[in-house]
Nanobody, 124 residues
Framework: QVQLVESGGGLVQAGGSLRLSCAASGGTFSLYTMGWFRQAPGKEREFVAAITWGGSSTYYSESVKGRFTISRDNAKKTVYLQMSSLKPEDTAVYYC?????????????????WGQGTQVTVSS
């Protein structure tokens, strides 16, 4: 059983930056592909980014590619999402996820563990 706790959300102006963190416990962190998803009001949860267990492979949705960067620190059991050039349409609850899958598989077939989410609000 893996527990995930997100932090770092908040209110930021359009064009600004924010870094989310997700601390994991209760499992062998380095065995899991880690990812971020988001859900805006009235919309389905959508994939944002993923990073494989060793950090050598990353995968992004087209909507965030070039603006967001996912990284991980296996020693700290933490995954990060650095968000830059934020837009109002990035406003959502952001969820951390962990799965024993490839980064691409996580994007469409996430069956692992979820965090409780952290709110990101981008004002125009």
């Amino acid at each position: 059983q893996v527990q995930l706790v997100e932090s770092g959300g908040g209110l930021v102006q359009a064009g600004g930056s924010l870094r989310l963190s997700c601390a994991a416990s209760g499992g062998t962190f380095s065995l899991y592909t880690m990812g971020w998803f988001r859900q805006a009001p009235g919309k389905e949860r959508e994939f944002v980014a993923a990073i494989t267990w060793g950090g050598s492979s990353t995968y992004y949705s087209e909507s965030v590619k070039g603006r967001f960067t996912i990284s991980r620190d296996n020693a700290k059991k933490t995954v990060y999402l650095q968000m830059s050039s934020l837009k109002p349409e990035d406003t959502a609850v952001y969820y951390c996820a962990a799965d024993r899958a490839t980064a691409q598989a996580m994007a469409t077939q996430m069956r692992g563990y979820w965090g409780q989410g952290t709110q990101v609000t981008v004002s125009s």
